[in-house]
């Protein structure tokens, strides 16, 4: 195989190689990617055996051919090379990449012993969505969901997809996030109501390739499939049950209030300062008064109250204490520089979003001290 091709034009193809670990770090072959010129298209693909991802890279094919080349070792020299074209020659599983003043020789496996990819079956449906609507969708949403050995289940985004909406839901049991997504922001030929779980770290490879250009979802029974404009990634989709969140979501409110985004974030971080590791901070309401106070103390340090100015409906008395991570979290995500917080009774979640827009909120439990 020979080729000449752009630096930049390898860079976010390896890049996105390099940032997938892999599932069996016991097998060699899943630290290399496969390069690949068949057909007058240059291919780099990359798997774990969970996601697999695939870019079209332009440049020129002087001989067609495939090796497998260490993602980390390439990835090093590419990111180190001055030169803008480069030469990418190979023999067996040896791979040479020469500019004008550098020469290196890389070993690597046999492209035959590289993993195949599989793929979905695009005739069964395909939802069409600009890049950056799902990229901020799916950035809102993913912040709830984490890792958890004892329910596998919360590592996923529900995918909700209905005739009329598209929704995407995510919870780590403490917090809980759902963004809708109405028909008139994607286009479809999906016909029938579905529910599949899209693994975290599926969705963390597919945000940073999100752009302004369209993007297409395929799905069938066991994987899901993203393709953009010169990428695709393919996943396993995962088997659990999504919990029923929807009895959880507050319909009314004893309590709203409506706060200056940047200043509650300058509370938050004061009251950082004396939360201590737990990052525990005290929402406090006063009946009768227009203020939202944030409160943190700390017995060896000292402590701390900031009192801000806020619109409150039918101000009462209440206060619990959140994690003050997670309300940060909740503040990145919503986009208004207004924050809409419902309040129940003492013990009861609240919810966060934006006081116009509701396609997105967020659900806090309180920490509750025994």
Avoid: C
């Avoid at 609507?133 to 050995?149: G, N, P, R, T």
């Avoid at 919870?171 to 109501?193: G, I, Q, Y």
């Avoid at 799905?219 to 990428?231: M, P, R, T, V």
């Avoid at 919810?351 to 439990?365: A, E, G, H, N, Q």
């Amino acid at each position: 195989m020979k080729l000449i091709v752009i630096k930049d034009n390898l860079k976010e193809a390896v890049g996105a190689a390099g940032g997938m670990k892999g599932s069996d770090q016991n097998l060699p072959i899943l630290k290399n990617f496969l390069l690949s010129a068949e057909d007058n298209i240059i291919y780099i693909r990359s798997t774990n055996l969970e996601i697999g991802i695939e870019f079209l890279i332009s440049g020129k094919i002087i001989e067609e051919g495939s090796v497998t080349i260490p993602i980390s070792i390439f990835h090093t020299i590419i990111n180190s090379l001055q030169s803008d074209r480069i030469n990418i020659e190979t023999m067996g599983s040896q791979t040479t990449i020469k500019t004008d003043n550098y020469e290196a020789v890389i070993q690597g496996l046999p492209a035959e012993d590289f993993p195949i990819i599989p793929g979905v079956e695009e005739s069964g449906g395909v939802l069409e969505i600009k890049g950056s609507l799902l990229k901020e969708a799916l950035q809102q949403v993913s912040i709830a969901s984490q890792f958890s050995d004892l329910r596998p289940e919360l590592y996923n985004l529900l995918f909700h997809f209905s005739i009329d909406e598209l929704k995407l839901a995510a919870t780590d049991s403490f917090r809980l996030a759902e963004k809708t997504l109405p028909v008139n922001l994607f286009s479809t030929t999906f016909t029938d109501s579905f529910k599949i779980l899209v693994p975290l770290p599926t969705i963390q490879e597919v945000i940073p390739l999100l752009t302004e250009d369209p993007v297409k979802i395929y799905k069938d029974e066991h994987q899901i499939l993203f393709a953009g404009k010169n990428w695709k990634v393919i996943s396993r989709l995962h088997t659990g049950t999504f919990p029923n969140y929807e009895p959880i979501i507050p319909k009314d409110f004893k309590t709203e209030a409506v706060v200056n985004k940047p200043e509650l974030q300058e509370a938050l971080k004061l009251s950082s300062v004396f939360s201590g590791q737990l990052q525990e901070v005290n929402l406090k309401i006063s009946e009768g008064q227009k203020v939202l106070e944030v409160f943190s103390e700390n017995q060896a340090i000292g402590q701390n109250a900031y009192q801000l100015a806020a619109r409150i409906t039918h101000p009462a008395n209440l206060e619990n204490i959140f994690n003050a991570r997670y309300i940060i979290d909740a503040l990145k995500a919503v986009g208004s520089e207004e924050i809409f917080f419902g309040f129940n009774e003492q013990g009861k979640p609240i919810l966060v979003r934006s006081p116009k827009d509701t396609s997105y909120f967020y659900i806090l439990m309180p920490v509750l001290k025994g």
